[in-house]
Nanobody, 120 residues
Framework: QVQLVESGGGLVQAGGSLRLSCAASGSILMINAAGWYRQAPGKQRDLVAHITSGGSTNYADSVQGRFTISRDNAKNTVYLQMNSLKPEDTAVYYC??????????????WGQGTQVTVSS
């Protein structure tokens, strides 16, 4: 089984930056497409950024130009660089990925979430 573990969340002032990491562990062979989602209290979970296996990216309008998703295939890790953070970016951020394990099984995996709080 493959696990995704997020890290890098925390408390930051408006205008600051954070870098989230999502590392795959366990019987991981590779990560295909991956995405970062966020969920604020009382709201639905929304897609923030997505990256394909080939490295193509797309972003929610609300983070375009401020957030960057990237990947390191050698480390089976996906990143989310968040700059110019705003209080409305406050949420629990989740990593999601289509993973392939050592048995060649492909399935969707989710991390446990990491809290990002932006103070004004």
């Amino acid at each position: 089984q493959v696990q995704l573990v997020e890290s890098g969340g925390g408390l930051v002032q408006a205008g600051g930056s954070l870098r989230l990491s999502c590392a795959a562990s366990g019987s991981i062979l590779m990560i295909n497409a991956a995405g970062w989602y966020r969920q604020a209290p009382g709201k639905q979970r929304d897609l923030v950024a997505h990256i394909t296996s080939g490295g193509s990216t797309n972003y929610a309008d609300s983070v375009q130009g401020r957030f960057t998703i990237s990947r390191d295939n050698a480390k089976n890790t996906v990143y989310l660089q968040m700059n110019s953070l705003k209080p409305e970016d406050t949420a629990v951020y989740y990593c999601e990925a289509v993973v392939v394990d050592v048995t060649r099984a492909s399935y969707d995996a989710w991390g446990q979430g990491t809290q990002v709080t932006v103070s004004s």
